[in-house]
Each structure stands twice: as C-alpha cells, then as structure tokens.
T-cell receptor, first 114, second 111 residues
C-alpha cells in the first residue's frame, strides 16, 4: 500500500495568482499522476509525472498552465498558474502499484478561485 | 471521446437492498477494471477490481460481473447499508497504468 499526503488540503485564491500543490508518498514510485475533479464530476487525468523527465500531459492540459515538478521518487508538485474561477476544482495526486495496478490517492486539494 | 460510460448517475436503495451500477467501455486493450468508492472530502479508494480472464469476482457484499464480449462490467452491492452511501466510479486501465474513470454514481442507502 501507499500513503499519500497532499498540501494544502484547501485554499481560496485570487484570480490571476498561482498555487502550488505538494504531494508526498511514503514509498518510492516511478510514476505519479495528477487528476482534476470538478464539483460533482468524475476525475480527469491532467498529467503523469516521471522522476528525471518532463511530465506527460493529457489532451486539453498544457505545461504553461499546470507546470509539474518531480525532483525525486517520493515527491511531486503541481502548480495551477494564472488562475481563473474555472480552475476551481479538487486536485488529487495518485500513485499506482505496478504489481496490483491498484491506485492510491491523496485526500485532495480543494481549490476555490475568486 | 468518452471511453467509459457509467449508469445510473444516481441511485437510491433501501437498506438491505441490492445496488447495481453498470459500466461500458470501448477499447478492448483495457486489461484491468476496478471500482472506486469516494466519500465526501476524501480521495477515491479501491473497492474491488477484476481482470478480463474471469467473469465474476466477489469480495464480501461486493461483486463485479464482467462481460468481455459486450464490453460491460457491473458492480453489485448486496445487503446495502447506509455506510455504503458514497460516489462510486468504475475505471479502466490500459497502458502505462493510466486510469480512465467513468462519470460516477451517487448512491444513497436509506433506512
């Protein structure tokens, strides 16, 4: 199993500013995943973060808007840049066990942009 | 392109009843079919999962039925309890361990 800690758990931000979300895992993992969950909606994959290489972004998500860092095998950050109210969502990081394919999630960061 | 279709969107079941949630997928390359349970303010947690080489898997009150030819799978919750009230997501996994989630089903179990 994996325990994932996300910070902050929630924040209220002004439009035009940026917020960096931190994700810490209690074990070394190759890939970390960042998801967005808009209110009452499903989870949408933003990007996959690999240590030592650039993140891979899904269609509709770009690095300038959601820059990701992955400095080591247990930590990653997601920045939401130049925020607008449409960015108000829950952002979750996740890791997957390579053997079982079971995904583990952080508790999420609830972002409100005003 | 929506790769996983989930229904119903919401479900109300009486305590002790059976909750059934259905999912349909399009890509035959998927090889892992999990169900996740999410409570408000929490991240999703794995409930039960199945691989395409079996047609059914049961864990306690939770059963997955899998129909490979129809590209459908469903979650059955037997003897539903108020504590089961949550949002349920089906998902599919293919290459690179990437999960694609269904649209979600909000289950309410009433007394």
């Amino acid at each position: 199993s994996a325990v994932i800690s996300q910070k902050p758990s929630r924040d209220i931000c002004q439009r035009g500013t940026s917020l960096t979300i931190q994700c810490q895992v209690d074990s070394q993992v190759t890939m970390m995943f960042w998801y967005r969950q808009q209110p009452g909606q499903s989870l949408t994959l933003i990007a996959t973060a690999n240590q030592g290489s650039e993140a891979t972004y899904e269609s509709g998500f770009v690095i300038d808007k959601f820059p990701i860092s992955r400095p080591n095998l247990t930590f990653s950050t997601l920045t939401v840049s130049n925020m607008s109210p449409e960015d108000s969502s829950i952002y979750l990081c996740s890791v997957v066990s390579p053997l079982s394919l079971r995904a583990f999630f952080g508790q999420g960061t609830r972002l409100t942009v005003v | 392109q929506q790769q996983v279709k989930q229904s119903p969107q919401s479900l109300i079941v009486q305590k002790g009843g059976i909750s059934i949630i259905n999912c349909a997928y399009e890509n035959t390359a998927f090889d892992y079919f999990p169900w996740y349970q999410q409570f408000p303010g929490k991240g999703p947690a794995l409930l039960i999962a199945i691989r395409p080489d079996v047609s059914e898997k049961k864990e306690g009150r939770f059963t997955i039925s899998f129909n490979k030819s129809a590209k459908q799978f469903s979650l059955h919750i037997m003897d539903s309890q108020p504590g089961d009230s949550a949002t349920y997501f089906c998902a599919v996994t293919g290459t690179a361990s990437k999960l694609t989630f269904g649209t979600g089903t909000r289950l309410q179990v009433t007394l």
